[in-house]
């Protein structure tokens, strides 16, 4: 039995008052390991899919494909981050070859229609950072209940620009990148984040801290993240 599984099992026992510090020690020291040592498994197809289908539930049915947009592109988005390949259908991994729409459609939605062409800052984003928030929300919302898109801990750029790591993550496995870290250009707090990956241009759309409690909030799952990595050290 792995340690998600374990931690899992763990946050269902009822213990008494006394034990108690010892089971949230444990628990801390399995979250600190699955941070470490977790996997997080789906593959290219399978992450690709999730959106489509999403996508369909939405009633979007032109992003229910990778379309072809008005400049000539090959396109797919979920309305929060978007994927260009290009005029050349030949960039598109075989696997999603069956998702593609060739016929060219009216819209001017692609990267050169959406990207922020004053960008002033740059900086690296570390891969395996973003996976470790990735796992860290997984089994926050599991112990704490809370719904993962509204209350996970978000992934920031030097604390200025806030973005989802899931959709950053899912970024990375549909353009089957192996880099450990991606060079993004950026601006403001809800300017795109633009970036290129595999020839694949790619822009992901930044979470804005509307209100003071969801700055609170931010805060204190970044402080308790922080503390789980240093258990494990």
């Not at 797919?76 to 070859?97: R, S, V």
Request: proline letters at 2%; a positive charge; hydrophobic letters at 30%.
């Amino acid at each position: 039995m792995n340690s998600e599984k374990i931690l899992n099992v763990l946050n269902k026992l009822e213990v008494k008052e006394e034990s108690k510090t010892d089971l949230e020690n444990l628990k801390r020291e399995l979250q600190a390991d699955i941070l470490t040592n977790g996997k997080i498994k789906s593959g290219i197809l399978s992450t690709f899919k999730k959106y489509v289908k999403q996508n369909q539930k939405d009633g979007r049915p032109a992003f229910e494909h990778i379309f072809k947009s008005k400049n000539g592109n090959y396109v797919f988005t979920n309305g929060y981050f978007l994927l260009n390949w290009g005029n050349n259908k030949d960039n598109i991994p075989a696997k999603l070859k069956a998702y593609v729409k060739d016929e060219e459609t009216d819209k001017n939605f692609d990267f050169e229609t959406f990207e922020d062409k004053i960008t002033d800052k740059e900086t690296k984003i570390n891969v395996k950072e973003i996976e470790k928030i990735v796992k860290y929300n997984k089994f926050r919302c599991k112990e704490v209940g809370f719904y993962q898109g509204e209350q996970s801990l978000l992934a920031d750029i030097n604390n200025e620009v806030y973005f989802n790591p899931k959709y950053f993550l899912d970024i990375i496995k549909i353009t089957n990148s192996k880099e450990e870290k991606i060079n993004v250009k950026y601006r403001t707090n809800i300017s795109p984040i633009c970036f290129e990956i595999n020839n694949v241009k790619c822009i992901l759309l930044p979470v804005k801290l509307a209100t003071d409690n969801h700055i609170k909030q931010q805060r204190e799952e970044k402080e308790n993240f922080e503390k789980l990595q240093k258990v494990e050290d």
